[in-house]
């Protein structure tokens, strides 16, 4: 859900009446009812100020699109601040801009990982230009309308308080940089650049619209990749019974819909292989496109099992699909039309 989408020149119109937060914050009760806090919104009081300097330029359309709180679907993420519209050859663009108001930054050994200080002390934080890639990924990944009308995700990241670039750029962090660039205080004409780059005609097609309906489902690709990781790892081959459970599972997970809804409870004592059919479930219920998520209370069995499915400790696509159960906590109820156990 977005929570504030106009065209560049009606977005400057609202900074220029000095109403851009009141009416973001209004967005916010309406769509998503839940109150704003003080901090939240005299972020959008400094940084949305910010981006209006930058995109107060002639090389941006004035019919490009913006977007302001992009809820991606299906998680707790959200995307700060969105510009669309498309390049010379007609190709559609979205850049996905990741802003912070940190003004102090400190190294960690930790990988993509940051130190910065709030009010209650210091903490460790992604770096904002994986925070801006991974979005970009989870679109690429579970957005149809991004991955099969060949829409362009350009993420970056603005810091706009922030004047000291030796920490946020430093080669540890090359890697997501390459992949999202960072932009500083000092850096207003290089981002008006790299917007400008790629939007130089205006959202045409509502672009944000489009992405803001369509549908939340595994691309083939992604799908293809988990299963191909499966079949290589030994660990995760199924014998007996864990076999005939997953076809069963996988049967009523096919023939569930809306109005259909099943359980398969799945009884067995340690080390009976309950984790292997659900990792194995997960693939191929991803692979019949469907929309999966392995839901563990304790983080521990999570990171292991997306560990040995990236090959590495690092985050990546693969992670959308492990969740905690807190994360289901203001899910409405449903009703189920059949219980199955085994």
Not at 267 to 278: F, Q
Request: proline share 3%; net charge positive; charged share 25%.
């Amino acid at each position: 859900m977005i929570v504030y989408k106009k065209s560049k020149g009606e977005f400057l119109t609202d900074i220029e009446d000095f109403i851009i937060e009141d009416i973001v914050r209004e967005n916010v009760h309406a769509k998503l009812h839940r109150k704003v806090g003080d901090s939240e919104y005299r972020s959008w009081q400094n940084s949305l100020q910010y981006m209006g300097n930058i995109l107060r330029s002639e090389a941006i359309p004035l019919d490009a699109g913006i977007a302001i709180e992009y809820n991606i679907p299906r998680t707790g993420n959200r995307i700060d601040f969105i510009v669309s519209g498309q390049d010379d050859t007609g190709k559609e663009h979205a850049i996905l801009i990741e802003l912070k108001q940190w003004d102090n930054v400190q190294l960690t050994e930790k990988d993509a990982m940051v130190r910065t200080r709030f009010a209650h002390g210091p903490s460790d934080e992604l770096h904002p230009s994986y925070q801006a890639w991974s979005y970009s990924a989870l679109l690429y990944g579970f957005n149809e309308t991004v991955y099969t009308e060949n829409i362009q995700l350009n993420p970056c990241a603005y810091l706009h308080n922030c004047k000291d670039l030796s920490v946020i750029t430093n080669p540890f962090y090359g890697e997501y940089i390459a992949k999202a660039p960072v932009f500083c205080k000092d850096d207003k004409i290089q981002l008006r650049e790299f917007i400008a780059s790629f939007i130089k005609h205006g959202d045409k097609k509502d672009l944000i619209l489009r992405i803001e309906n369509g549908r939340i489902r595994p691309s083939k690709a992604l799908a293809d990749n988990i299963n191909s990781m499966l079949k290589g790892n030994a660990e995760f081959v199924m014998i007996d019974a864990q076999k005939v459970i997953q076809e069963e599972a996988l049967a009523i997970a096919t023939s569930s819909s809306a109005s259909k809804k099943n359980v398969l409870i799945v009884h067995g004592g340690p080390g009976t292989g309950k984790s292997v059919v659900a990792i194995n479930l997960l693939a191929k219920v991803t692979k019949k496109g469907l929309f999966a998520t392995y839901v563990t209370r304790n983080s521990a069995p999570r990171v292991v099992y997306e560990s040995k499915l990236t090959g590495s400790m690092r985050r990546s696509a693969i992670s959308n699909f492990f969740k905690g159960s807190g994360a289901f906590t203001d899910t409405k109820n449903q009703c189920l039309r059949h219980a199955y156990r085994r």
